[in-house]
């Protein structure tokens, strides 16, 4: 039996090439989706391999350990169908859009919409389902006050994946560190470095934003008093209900694992549902399966809340899934090692090597859309070359969560914008450009890589006065 061959430069960017070719017809002219894109890339890459020397069995193994990663997010997904469903007709997304509309100050609404959702994030370790609660609520108190939808889902997601970097119960987070062969807390606090600042200037950029919006005024435009009363009219409203959102925060901090703590949430949503909302069994089941069909009257809310379900979840579950079947072929065919390669060789500093950290995870993320393959590949592809310089795996693990957790969601057909779309109605288009955070986070790591500042070296020591490994930061 021969040994397959490794592929040169230029046949490794066919499939890409495929792809980004495919999914820009597609999103501009067919408006079809990524799965066909995806597949045609598979079909390539497949054909590469047999031409390459890989037996057929061999490539259907490929895809087959591609997607077998990706079967715990699946089920996640699943379950956040299910808890977007029970939230919206068990009362406690519009009992959190009700507070919200009466409480919070508009020219203050989106700097608390990334400072909230990034909290919530931060304690619960999954944007997701931040994303779908908080979020969701958020979007619909946004349409109340005439907030424009892709800007308040930006600052949505940037708080979002704020929490989901940092947040210990991550499992992006505790997978890129277990890449490089360091440890978790290390590696939260060597990533304070990019993620505080890139929040920071995200809120106010979002304040300035919010304060142009609103053109300085305590109030805007809309018809928040409509919407109440839709709200009341459907809905039973009480703050009690609330108790829901802070036992689900309480089960998290419990460190309940993730799938137990989502199954135990979305029956609480079902309760609610039947023991406040006066909902039957049938409606309840209904809205786990197929969703919430909102009824208030008012199109902006109407078009937030009829939303959630299990089979909400099956197109971002395809998608996972031929996405992490692509990337488990081009790892198999060795694809991604063949573009990486000439990028490790001609490398001399340690700005460069950050830079085509950043480059390498990206192209991953365009090419699959998956976050957990744009950090793995990365992380092993380069781990030898930061050794090699005298630099801890800490900067390869914080560069690769940059641009594979957050950069992520500037990919139109990514999982996480894919996902958010769905979430929120829009297409991920429209509210790309407006994750502040997402742009932030790797250009910071970009620039650390270039001054020095906040580079960590094997010796344990960091320059430009920043602490060393063992020190306090403060």
């Not at 919206?88 to 400072?115: A, D, Q, R």
């Not at 928040?224 to 998290?252: E, H, K």
Request: charged share 10%; proline share 6%.
């Amino acid at each position: 039996m021969c040994t397959p061959k490794k592929p040169n430069f230029l046949i490794a960017t066919l499939p890409l090439l495929t792809l980004i070719g495919m999914a820009f017809m597609s999103t501009v002219y067919w408006g079809v989706g990524m799965l066909v894109p995806i597949i045609t890339g598979i079909a390539v890459a497949g054909i590469i391999g047999k031409g390459l020397g890989y037996s057929w069995r061999e490539l259907e193994q490929s895809l087959t350990d591609g997607v077998s990663k990706a079967l715990p997010a699946v089920f996640i997904l699943i379950l956040i169908g299910v808890i977007i469903g029970t939230w919206i007709s068990g009362g406690i997304i519009p009992t959190l859009v009700y507070y919200g509309l009466s409480i919070i100050n508009p020219s203050l609404f989106l700097p608390l919409v990334c400072l909230i959702t990034g909290f919530v994030s931060l304690v619960l370790g999954s944007s997701f389902t931040s994303i779908a609660t908080i979020g969701l609520a958020f979007m619909a108190i946004g349409e109340g006050m005439d907030m424009p939808a892709p800007i308040v889902a930006g600052a949505v997601i940037s708080g979002a994946f704020f929490g989901d970097k940092l947040s210990p119960l991550s499992d992006t987070t505790n997978v890129a560190p277990a890449m490089v062969g360091e440890s978790l807390f290390d590696h939260i606090r060597h990533m304070l470095w990019d993620t505080i600042p890139a929040l920071l200037i995200s809120t106010v950029l979002y304040w300035l934003i919010g304060l142009n919006i609103v053109g300085g005024s305590p109030s805007v435009g809309g018809e928040p008093d409509a919407i109440l009363a839709g709200l009341q009219d459907q809905f039973t409203i009480s703050p009690l209900i609330l108790i829901v959102v802070v036992l689900a925060l309480f089960l998290i901090i419990m460190k309940v694992p993730a799938i137990p703590a989502l199954i135990v949430i979305a029956l609480m949503g079902a309760v609610t549902a039947l023991l406040v909302q006066g909902r039957s069994v049938e409606e309840t089941l209904q809205a786990m399966t197929a969703g919430y069909i909102s009824e208030s009257g008012q199109e902006a809310i109407d078009s937030l809340l009829t939303n959630g379900g299990i089979s909400s979840m099956f197109a971002t579950v395809g998608l996972v899934i031929v996405a992490t079947a692509l990337g488990g072929i081009l790892e198999k065919t060795g694809i991604f090692a063949t573009l990486i390669d000439p990028l490790i060789r001609r490398i001399k500093r340690t700005g460069s090597l950050i830079a085509a950290t950043i480059f390498a995870t990206f192209l991953v993320g365009f090419s699959s859309g998956a976050q957990f393959l744009a950090i793995i590949l990365p992380a092993r592809g380069f781990l030898e070359s930061y050794r090699k310089m005298n630099l801890s795996p800490l900067n390869l693990s914080r560069a690769v969560e940059a641009a594979g957790t957050v950069g992520i969601n500037l990919v139109p057909w990514g999982v996480p914008a894919v996902f958010a779309a769905g979430v929120f109605g829009l297409s991920p288009t429209q509210f790309i450009p407006w994750i502040l955070f997402a742009f932030i986070v790797p250009l910071l790591n970009i620039i650390y890589g270039y001054t020095g500042f906040s580079i960590q070296r094997l010796n344990r020591e960091s320059v430009s006065g920043v602490p060393r490994k063992n020190d306090s930061l403060k």
